[in-house]
């Protein structure tokens, strides 16, 4: 059954210094998404891509996070500088189209010390 | 905009015991509604999901919903729990239109007393 991929699992930094994630959405889904699941919260959701474009970023903390996906395939989410407040599960997750139903990666764990 | 609201943060029930979990929601037409999984340190799993048609919906690991329009609900049943259920269960809300964003819930988190 195909999955959607993301690396690291775990991250440690310090704050100011910068970290990026990779996702990996299953193969022919046009629709990615990157949400942030703050410890006790449910999912919060930071960038919507279809294919290569940003189809929704009100969320996204743009002083200090970045998205991309350049071929509307895999994505890259990075924060510079890294705030303590940063530290979350980082989750990906990808759609055939924003209307079928979204299927989650295994997370990034953050922790900002 | 859409929301949902999980009214239990815990729940804790005995092994082959019935289990309902509550979710209520708020969007202006007919949501797209998800039940999803999730064990510690892990993603989310997709348990069940209702888009149109049927309003009592089966999913994975002996889990059903039912969708209730006239009391804006979606609770999650389970009729027997077993012990590798214990996880948090998060109830989420999809626009019908437009982005078809999800808003999630803040989760209720299962345990299993054996």
């Known amino acids: 059954e195909a999955e959607v991929a993301q690396s690291p699992r775990y991250k440690i930094t310090e704050k100011s210094q910068a970290v990026a994630f990779w996702c990996d959405p299953i193969?022919?889904?046009?629709?990615l998404y990157w949400y942030r699941q703050i410890l006790g919260q449910g999912p919060e959701l930071l960038v919507q891509?279809?294919?290569?474009?940003?189809?929704?970023d009100s969320q996204l903390p743009k002083d200090r996070f970045s998205a991309e996906r350049l071929k509307g395939v895999d994505s890259t989410l990075k924060i510079q500088p890294a705030e303590l407040g940063d530290s979350a599960m980082y989750l990906c997750?990808?759609?055939?189209?924003?209307?079928?139903?979204?299927?989650f990666g295994p997370g990034t764990r953050l922790l900002v010390l | 905009a859409q929301s949902v609201t999980q009214p239990d943060i815990h729940i804790t029930v005995s092994e082959g015991a019935s289990l309902e979990l509550r979710c209520n929601y708020s969007?202006?037409?007919?949501?797209?509604l998800f039940w999803y999984v999730q064990s510690p340190g892990q993603g989310l799993q997709l348990l069940l999901k209702?888009?149109?048609?049927?309003?009592l919906v089966q999913g994975i690991k002996g889990f059903e919903a039912e969708f209730k329009r006239s009391q804006s609900s979606f609770n999650l049943r389970k009729p027997s729990v077993h012990w590798s259920d214990a996880a948090e269960y998060f109830c989420?809300?999809?626009?019908?239109?437009?982005?078809?964003?999800?808003?999630f819930g803040t989760g209720t988190r299962l345990k299993v007393l054996a």
């Open positions: 997750a990808s759609s055939l189209s924003r209307q079928e139903t979204q299927y």
């Open positions: 193969s022919g889904h046009a629709t």
């Open positions: 891509f279809q294919d290569e474009s940003v189809v929704d």
């Open positions: 969007y202006g037409a007919t949501p797209y």
């Open positions: 209702y888009f149109s048609g049927d309003t």
């Open positions: 989420a809300v999809g626009a019908a239109r437009g982005t078809y964003k999800y808003i």
